[in-house]
């Protein structure tokens, strides 16, 4: 099966998963959306995780849960990637001081991939690609979910080929083609499993957008 998702998972203790059984806090979302800079905007439509997972460009939506949240949104996910929206990661921060962060993004039709993993403020893993451009981010040492991928993987002709054993027949794949699996590992950081094990996606989900400003008939009578 195919994926596309581009979110964010923000745990607040590194001890502690969110799963479809976590709490839903919707009270705590503009704490959310101040914390990383964006308080002109308000929590608005919800609908589920899954109907959220790759939103449309320049569309974020924000959950709020006991023990952490869930950014859906291509644009600060693929920043998180690239190492932009400092201040993005610092405002997370604040909220989980002793928690972690993790960016995913995934679009099977161009086997693109990408992770970024944070803990206390600091990236320690950074790394996307797709069948177009290879590798093009690689930064910091493979975490350990990582390691146990490339420890079936070989350097042949500068290329790195996965060999992954299915049902007694060896198959060789590709970085990009082993994209989605490496993301699913990921992915057991923040939800305690892979994600495509996982029974998050009907969790709730707030659209978020910037808030109407009265206008001056408004502003002189009131909203009705």
Not at 6 to 18: D, G, M, Q, R, Y
Not at 137 to 157: A, T
Request: hydrophobic content about 35%; charged content about 30%.
């Amino acid at each position: 099966m195919g994926w596309r998702a581009a979110c964010i998972f923000v745990n607040e203790n590194k001890n502690t998963f969110l799963t479809g059984n976590s709490k839903p806090r919707p009270e705590l979302v503009q704490n959310v959306l101040n914390s990383i800079g964006l308080d002109d905007f308000e929590s608005r439509d919800e609908t589920t995780l899954d109907s959220c997972l790759y939103p449309d460009d320049h569309e974020t939506w924000l959950g709020s849960f006991e023990g952490g949240h869930i950014i859906a949104s291509q644009d600060l996910s693929n920043n998180l990637l690239r190492g932009g929206e400092s201040k993005v990661v610092r405002g997370l921060s604040d909220i989980a001081p002793n928690g972690s962060i993790l960016a995913i993004t995934l679009h099977s039709g161009v086997n693109l991939f990408g992770y970024a993993y944070f803990e206390n403020g600091v990236q320690l893993r950074a790394r996307a690609g797709s069948a177009d451009d290879g590798v093009f981010i690689d930064e910091g040492e493979p975490l350990p979910e990582e390691q146990k991928l490339f420890d079936l993987s070989e350097m042949r002709d500068g290329e790195r080929i996965f060999k992954i054993e299915d049902n007694g027949r060896v198959g060789e794949y590709t970085e990009d083609q082993m994209g989605e699996e490496f993301v699913f590992e990921l992915c057991r950081r923040a939800l305690g499993e892979r994600f495509d094990g996982s029974d998050i996606l009907e969790l709730p989900m707030y659209s978020v957008r910037r808030r109407e400003k009265p206008n001056l008939f408004e502003r002189l009578f009131g909203r009705k």
